[in-house]
């Protein structure tokens, strides 16, 4: 019973940050869908691909190591002091990166003023990262209630600040979504990291944290991060590629809709099964127990996720001029899909927590690498066939191919067979 109890206490606030993301998500669309026509909503979409590049690319080894080496014992002006020392040089390549991606908008024609977007993507990338730090040492401190409070403001300020601007202004530019969108960043961040501020008065540990440097971590993660990112933000790109203006506001906003389920699936699987599964590595469990603590984890994960998109399926034309404006009647063919190509995108972590835990962290390059050539190629040979209903059709079978060639990588890397 005290087992049954700890888990219900922990469950308890991660599906509640799922109900908090679905209601203001379903709220968001709804207004978002009034005031925001699909042309708009495509470039807007296209152009939050890249706000997520700090966080899932170059900074994203640093947000890893906070999630094997943060404790409830853990300083954080220590933590912090070493934190901002190992992000200098992922900071120069984030810049780099951003400005390729903004060149890129700009050459397509999507963006103008690319050196003030550019600035606005630094800032929103560095925020998010800062929001992530702090949410993934609440986390591993096993804090799941002030978790719960850090992702209902995150998912209400992401939600309705956009289509607030856009309300209060002078209609549906992409400045105003633009500035809507860094409110949001800004004020979930510092509520993130105020909900860390009894951790500031924690006194230093002797042995320190740059007793594990994060510099191996930043780079192998860089890698992995980049591949995971491109493979992720694919179909949203190839999509605009073969569809026509409107029909990518049509998917964009499919995509909103169709990630809450998967996202609710893999939010809840990783932040319950990292601190088990690195607390387990640090008591030196065999692979057999590491093992079972990934598996099962994606084998849930996937059929939630899966799950709640044909539930998700079933409903969503029913609320077209209810939670959504039948000017996108049409997005709602495109759910299924949607979601395939999010679906495609969850497994890698916790394979990758399994490789770290192996210590085996190098590892999770090659899988990464695998993982994405292998949905660019699928993604590649649907836009060369030319035909959108070929598309759909793949991407909602997208993620059953790439979970099957990441479950049998790691598996090999991990050296599962060996003690």
Same mark, same amino acid.
């Given at each position: 019973?005290?087992?049954?109890?700890?888990?219900?206490?922990?469950?308890?606030?991660?599906?509640?940050?799922?109900?908090?993301?679905?209601?203001?998500?379903?709220?968001?669309? #709804?207004?978002?869908?009034?005031?925001?026509?699909?042309?708009?909503?495509?470039?807007?979409?296209?152009?939050?691909?890249?706000?997520?590049?700090?966080?899932?690319?170059?900074?994203?080894?640093?947000?890893?190591?906070?999630?094997?080496?943060?404790? /409830?014992?853990?300083?954080? /002006?220590?933590?912090?002091?070493?934190?901002?020392?190992?992000? #200098?040089?992922?900071?120069?390549?984030?810049?780099?990166?951003?400005?390729?991606?903004?060149?890129?908008?700009?050459?397509?024609?999507?963006?103008?003023?690319?050196?003030?977007?550019?600035?606005?993507?630094?800032?929103?990338?560095?925020?998010?990262?800062?929001?992530?730090?702090?949410?993934?040492?609440?986390?591993?401190?096993?804090?799941?209630?002030?978790?719960?409070?850090?992702?209902?403001?995150?998912?209400?300020? #992401?939600?309705?600040?956009?289509?607030?601007?856009?309300?209060?202004?002078?209609?549906?530019?992409?400045?105003?979504?633009?500035?809507?969108?860094?409110?949001?960043?800004?004020?979930?961040?510092?509520?993130?990291?105020?909900?860390?501020?009894?951790?500031?008065? /924690?006194?230093?540990?002797?042995?320190?944290?740059?007793?594990?440097?994060?510099?191996?971590?930043?780079?192998?993660?860089?890698?992995?991060?980049?591949?995971?990112?491109?493979?992720?933000?694919?179909?949203?790109?190839?999509?605009?590629?073969?569809?026509?203006?409107?029909?990518?506001?049509?998917?964009?906003?499919?995509?909103?809709?169709?990630?809450?389920?998967?996202?609710?699936?893999?939010?809840?699987?990783?932040?319950?099964?990292?601190?088990?599964?690195?607390?387990?590595?640090?008591?030196?469990?065999?692979?057999?127990?590491?093992?079972?603590?990934?598996? /099962?984890?994606?084998?849930?994960?996937?059929?939630?996720?899966?799950?709640?998109?044909?539930?998700?399926?079933?409903?969503?034309?029913?609320?077209?001029?209810?939670?959504?404006?039948?000017?996108?009647?049409?997005?709602?063919?495109?759910?299924?899909?949607?979601?395939?190509?999010?679906?495609?995108?969850?497994?890698?972590?916790?394979?990758?927590?399994?490789?770290?835990? #192996?210590?085996?962290?190098?590892?999770?390059?090659?899988?990464?690498?695998?993982?994405?050539?292998?949905?660019?190629?699928?993604?590649?040979?649907?836009?060369?066939?030319?035909?959108?209903?070929?598309?759909?059709?793949?991407?909602?079978?997208?993620?059953?191919?790439?979970?099957?060639?990441?479950?049998?990588?790691?598996?090999?890397?991990?050296?599962?067979?060996?003690?």
């Amino acid at each position: 019973m005290p087992a049954l109890s700890k888990r219900c206490e922990h469950l308890l606030p991660l599906a509640g940050v799922q109900v908090v993301g679905l209601v203001c998500g379903l709220i968001g669309v #709804r207004w978002s869908s009034t005031v925001v026509p699909p042309e708009a909503m495509g470039v807007f979409g296209l152009l939050l691909t890249a706000q997520l590049i700090a966080s899932t690319v170059t900074h994203h080894g640093l947000i890893k190591h906070v999630q094997q080496h943060w404790t /409830r014992h853990t300083s954080a /002006r220590q933590y912090g002091r070493f934190l901002l020392t190992a992000a #200098r040089q992922p900071f120069g390549w984030l810049a780099a990166a951003l400005a390729l991606v903004t060149a890129y908008f700009t050459w397509t024609g999507e963006l103008t003023q690319p050196v003030a977007w550019w600035a606005w993507l630094l800032a929103a990338n560095l925020l998010s990262v800062v929001a992530a730090t702090a949410q993934a040492a609440l986390q591993a401190e096993e804090r799941y209630w002030a978790g719960l409070a850090v992702a209902t403001v995150g998912s209400a300020s #992401r939600s309705f600040l956009p289509p607030l601007l856009v309300t209060v202004g002078a209609g549906a530019t992409l400045p105003l979504l633009g500035t809507g969108f860094l409110l949001h960043a800004a004020v979930f961040a510092l509520v993130a990291v105020a909900f860390l501020r009894s951790a500031w008065h /924690r006194p230093a540990a002797s042995a320190g944290v740059a007793a594990s440097p994060a510099a191996p971590l930043v780079h192998t993660f860089m890698q992995v991060g980049l591949y995971g990112w491109v493979a992720a933000i694919a179909p949203r790109w190839f999509a605009a590629r073969l569809l026509d203006e409107a029909t990518t506001g049509y998917f964009m906003l499919a995509i909103n809709l169709a990630m809450i389920a998967p996202a609710a699936a893999s939010m809840i699987t990783q932040s319950y099964s990292f601190p088990v599964l690195f607390d387990a590595s640090r008591r030196g469990a065999g692979p057999a127990e590491l093992a079972r603590l990934t598996h /099962r984890p994606v084998l849930v994960m996937l059929a939630a996720a899966q799950v709640g998109l044909l539930v998700l399926d079933w409903v969503a034309p029913r609320l077209v001029g209810i939670l959504i404006d039948h000017q996108y009647a049409p997005a709602m063919a495109w759910i299924l899909a949607a979601g395939g190509s999010i679906i495609a995108t969850l497994s890698t972590p916790l394979f990758c927590n399994l490789l770290v835990a #192996r210590g085996q962290a190098q590892a999770c390059v090659g899988l990464s690498v695998a993982s994405a050539a292998l949905r660019l190629l699928l993604l590649g040979a649907l836009v060369a066939w030319g035909d959108s209903e070929i598309f759909r059709l793949g991407l909602c079978l997208l993620p059953w191919p790439t979970v099957a060639l990441e479950w049998w990588l790691a598996h090999r890397w991990a050296k599962l067979d060996t003690p």
